[in-house]
């Protein structure tokens, strides 16, 4: 019996925060013209560097290019970006940025530009050495 209430309160508890997620999706996503509109300047940028949306969802946008692909997600009152890469030289390679809801967009692009420079620079390295980065030297 006791199972029964404990599983009542947790499917409560997700219906809940569903609707207020909703809501706030709406009041700061929907409202404003939805991702697309909303961040139309960041995915210009990620536009610029040869990606093209393949998915759009009311609080997620996927982008991808040949060896990139890029997630944007509205969760709670941030917009989480996901880049992950896969080049010969660099490997298979993930990188997460967390702005805050109302972040500046130059801001967001300046920080997504600054980790592309220094994969360049990575990579220019790894060519002139002839020889594969191992990002894995931690142990």
């Given at each position: 019996?006791?199972?029964?209430?404990i599983?009542?309160?947790?499917?409560?508890?997700?219906?809940?925060?569903?609707?207020?997620q909703?809501?706030?999706?709406?009041?700061?996503?929907?409202?404003?013209g939805?991702?697309?509109?909303?961040?139309?300047?960041?995915?210009?940028?990620?536009?610029?560097?040869?990606?093209q949306i393949?998915?759009?969802?009311?609080?997620?946008?996927?982008?991808?290019?040949?060896?990139?692909?890029?997630?944007?997600?509205?969760?709670?009152?941030?917009?989480?970006?996901?880049?992950?890469?896969?080049?010969?030289?660099?490997?298979c390679?993930?990188?997460?940025?967390?702005?805050?809801d109302?972040?500046?967009?130059?801001?967001?692009?300046?920080e997504i530009?600054?980790?592309?420079?220094?994969?360049?620079?990575?990579?220019?390295?790894?060519?002139?050495?002839?020889?594969?980065?191992?990002?894995d030297?931690?142990?």
């Amino acid at each position: 019996m006791i199972w029964i209430l404990i599983v009542a309160v947790v499917l409560w508890l997700f219906f809940k925060f569903t609707k207020e997620q909703n809501k706030h999706i709406a009041s700061h996503v929907t409202n404003y013209g939805g991702m697309e509109q909303k961040y139309d300047l960041l995915l210009e940028f990620l536009k610029g560097a040869g990606m093209q949306i393949t998915k759009m969802g009311k609080n997620n946008i996927e982008l991808k290019s040949n060896n990139v692909n890029c997630l944007i997600y509205y969760i709670g009152t941030n917009l989480e970006v996901l880049l992950v890469s896969n080049m010969p030289q660099l490997g298979c390679q993930k990188k997460k940025w967390v702005f805050p809801d109302g972040y500046p967009q130059e801001k967001m692009i300046e920080e997504i530009d600054n980790y592309a420079t220094w994969q360049v620079e990575q990579m220019l390295k790894a060519s002139e050495n002839n020889q594969y980065i191992d990002y894995d030297e931690r142990y």
